[in-house]
């Protein structure tokens, strides 16, 4: 067990909808990563959050934003779904900034879009 | 940005044999180098890594060397069990994208 969990670990949705998934990080961690991972294009950096702010962008569609809240806990928000989006996000944690600390994986959310 | 090349893609060996994957990059600014174990149904597991300023470190039956000059680094699994069975991802972190960047991923699978 890594210490960073996520919720939902499954979620079935329809194309158009909007959902939220939810990440707390390891007790101390201040730094919140979010990736995709899908069979055709192996795990994807999205997007990073360090105390609460936006630090680094990978390739996150603009239908997608995401947030840390002062709690250090974070959120990604997925709108407009189209099938393509059906993957494994993972969240993953930090102390510090990535290249520094280590990063630790939560267990993951399986989205299905149909 | 980091390109980073996995090989092989899958991996079988008999157990108590080594296995070894390799992983390449492309920036030469790349620092960090962690190796991810993925079992199915859960989330990537760290299990190694290496900074750039080291070239070799182990951790009981697991090492990794790293080559920094040949842009090169290697996740080197010793006396192999069923246990070790699993989807092993290298990454590489370039402090200018602040970021990881992974390999495509190599599925063990350790025989009896």
């Known amino acids: 067990d890594s210490g960073v969990t996520q919720t939902p670990k499954h979620l079935i949705t329809a194309t158009g909808q909007r959902v939220t998934l939810r990440c707390s990080p390891r007790?101390?961690?201040?730094?919140v990563y979010w990736y995709q991972q899908s069979l055709d294009q192996g795990l994807q950096f999205l997007i990073q959050y360090y105390n609460g702010e936006e630090r680094a962008k990978g390739n996150i569609l603009e239908r997608f934003s995401a947030q840390q809240f002062p709690d250090l806990h974070s959120e990604l928000n997925l709108s407009s779904l189209e099938l393509g989006d059906s993957a494994l996000y993972f969240c993953?944690?930090?102390?510090?900034?990535?290249?520094?600390?280590?990063?630790?994986f939560g267990p993951g959310t399986r989205l299905t879009v149909t | 940005g980091e390109n980073v090349e996995q090989h092989p893609s899958t991996l079988s060996v008999q157990e108590g044999d080594s296995a070894v994957i390799k992983c390449t990059y492309s920036?030469?600014?790349?620092?960090?180098f962690p190796w991810y174990k993925q079992e199915l149904g859960k989330g990537p597991q760290l299990i190694i890594d290496i900074r750039s300023n080291v070239g070799e470190k182990k951790d009981q039956r697991i090492a990794v060397t790293l080559n920094k000059t040949a842009k090169h680094f290697s996740l080197h699994i010793t006396e192999t069990q069923p246990e070790d069975s699993a989807v092993y991802f290298c990454?590489?972190?370039?402090?200018?994208?602040?970021?990881?960047?992974f390999g495509t991923g190599t599925q063990l699978k350790v025989e009896l």
């Open positions: 920036d030469s600014a790349s620092n960090y």
């Open positions: 993953a944690s930090s102390v510090g900034l990535a290249g520094v600390y280590e990063q630790y």
């Open positions: 990454a590489v972190f370039t402090g200018g994208g602040n970021k990881l960047t």
């Open positions: 007790s101390g961690d201040l730094s």
